[in-house]
């Protein structure tokens, strides 16, 4: 096996794509219950250029230079001491740790509590976004919202998904299918008949006045609202159900200081601050749904590991439809 690797880096905060490094390192060593990951693909995220920009700073990034991202889909080709649940040859998907990073790189190195298998039928390409995608789609319906999959919902449940054709968006509309609710969508123009393909009940062109009023053509006030798009607390309220809630997945100190007024003023309709869980168990029920044709990933554009940069200006222009993938094969 290669001793050393490509990969991409930067080295200082700021720059965005112009501050990314092309440079060649040594292959990471696995770890106790670490797994060598020889990289096919990668998942670009817009934390993956907050984190450049300095939003985590001062607790990450963990070192500097910084390979950044955390999606991944590749082959196991080391074991790290005390790895009993994989082997060398297992086609896998991963999340690494969000403020080490390491997927634009040739080689990762993955924790076995974030991997999960991946079926010969999944490609990397399809894959390797599962882990922010739609592990945060997953989580905002099912821990955040309260809605279940086992078809035990009581009843059914009105749910507004904004930013529907973006890269959480596009899983949550069919997840939020998957577990029977109504779902009301926003996206562009554009994009509206691939929102309506992936399975959601109404879709409103955001740019419209419907639309920036938000309100469903049926007339129905949200129990839900998935707040993919950044929008403030207020501009749901109009239409949300007197015990609604909105899942903001921002992660802004203003949700905090909103949600103690809240609080402190006992208001019925809440705002829900999300903060993804990494755990592999989530990342194999996404990565199984997509084998059994129940979920599929809807990719923008793809781009090699030598023109990253160029995947790194998509994700900070913020107009993907679907995900962005970096492939190193």
């Not at 974030?114 to 390797?128: F, L, V």
């Not at 109404?202 to 053509?217: A, M, R």
């Not at 998509?314 to 995900?323: L, V």
């Amino acid at each position: 096996m290669a001793k050393t690797m490509q990969v991409v880096q930067y080295s200082t905060f700021g720059g965005g794509a112009a501050a990314l490094q092309h440079a060649e390192v040594p292959v990471p060593t696995p770890g106790k219950e670490q797994v060598l990951v020889k990289v096919e693909a990668a998942g670009v995220n817009p934390v993956d250029w907050k984190i450049q920009q300095g939003v985590f700073r001062p607790i990450g990034p963990a070192k500097m230079p910084c390979i950044p991202g955390i999606d991944i889909a590749g082959e196991v080709v080391g074991l790290g001491p005390g790895v009993t649940s994989f082997k060398v040859g297992d086609k896998v998907v991963a999340l690494l740790e969000l403020l080490k990073g390491g997927s634009l790189a040739e080689y990762a190195v993955a924790s076995i509590k974030t991997t999960a298998k991946r079926p010969d039928e999944i490609s990397a390409t399809d894959a390797a976004p599962l882990g922010v995608g739609g592990t945060t789609a997953l989580q905002t319906i099912r821990d955040s919202a309260g809605i279940k999959f086992d078809g035990s919902n009581q009843v059914t449940k009105n749910v507004l998904i904004t930013a529907a054709s973006g890269g959480v968006g596009t899983y949550a509309v069919q997840l939020a299918k998957l577990a029977g609710v109504h779902v009301t969508a926003t996206c562009g123009a554009r994009n509206i008949d691939l929102v309506k393909s992936l399975g959601a009940d109404e879709v409103l062109d955001y740019k419209t006045p419907e639309g920036k009023n938000l309100q469903s053509p049926s007339g129905k006030k949200y129990d839900v609202v998935l707040n993919y798009s950044l929008q403030p607390f207020s501009s749901f309220k109009p239409q949300l159900a007197p015990q609604g809630k909105v899942i903001d997945i921002s992660g802004s100190p203003k949700l905090f200081l909103t949600k103690a007024i809240q609080i402190v003023t006992c208001q019925k309709q809440r705002l829900v601050p999300f903060f993804m869980a990494t755990n592999g168990d989530d990342l194999q029920f996404v990565t199984n749904l997509v084998k059994e044709g129940k979920l599929k990933t809807i990719i923008d554009s793809t781009y090699p590991l030598s023109k990253a940069e160029d995947a790194w200006v998509r994700c900070i222009e913020g107009r993907a439809t679907g995900r962005i993938v970096v492939t190193m094969v």
